[in-house]
């Protein structure tokens, strides 16, 4: 049906005018984070399976370019949705490998964690990014009896990750080096596939010298 712009214009102008509209209404695939509406850290990390990392990556990348919004991220590790928990602090530990700093301000709450939590995801993560802070030597004593405990966790990668984060404290802390070694050995023995797996990795640096 003509309209009345379509008269005034000619047809090769109202064609024209009909593309701009569909295109107007058409949604935006593959919009990101910062192409959207801001949405609430935890609305975009909850939802779907268990076995996936949901939008994580993206929240990483979000905060890294937004450093403003990385408390946000954080408050997110409380979350009553284990599926927010666990992506959230997927999310932190690859924002905080890039830029440790991130994770200063908030080191009280994040030690308070460690001892707190019990979700196997949440404890993996934390593992990775507690050695990332800059610990005192008490500190770093109580976050390694935490780590000491994981090792006898049901979960074999919670046992790794406790294994691997024990090796990372020792970096700054000498007297943790023959214990670190010892339980290197352990694993080599009797850990599970992924325990040695990490084990033999972790020998490596150690013969050549922590870097």
């Keep these: 049906m003509l309209r009345i712009a379509d008269i005034r214009n000619g047809p090769e102008s109202a064609a024209a005018t009909r593309r701009r509209g569909d295109a107007a209404r058409r949604p935006r695939l593959g919009a990101t984070l910062n192409q959207m509406p801001r949405p609430s850290l935890a609305a975009v990390l909850g939802g779907g399976d268990r076995r ?5 990556n993206e929240v990483a990348a979000l905060v ?45 709450e994040l030690l308070g964690l460690l001892v707190e939590a019990d979700q196997q995801e949440l404890l993996w993560h934390l593992a990775q990014i507690i050695p990332r802070l800059s610990l005192s030597a008490g500190e770093r004593q109580r976050a390694a009896g935490i780590f000491r405990s994981l090792l006898k966790h049901r979960g074999s990668l919670v046992k790794t990750a406790g294994l691997q984060a024990l090796a990372d404290l020792s970096r700054h802390d000498a007297g943790l080096r023959s214990e670190v070694m010892e339980r ?23 013969q050549g010298g922590l870097r």
């Design 64 to 108: 890294l370019a937004h450093r403003e919004r990385f408390s946000e991220l954080i408050a997110c590790l409380w979350s009553d949705d284990p599926l927010v928990r666990m992506r959230a602090a997927d999310a932190a530990e690859k924002a905080s490998a890039q830029y440790p700093a991130l994770l200063e301000p908030f080191k009280a």
């Design 184 to 206: 290197i050995e352990a694993a080599l023995r009797t850990g599970t596939p992924a325990m040695k797996a990490r084990a033999r990795n972790l020998l490596k640096d150690f």
């Design 52 to 56: 996936s990392i949901g939008r994580s």
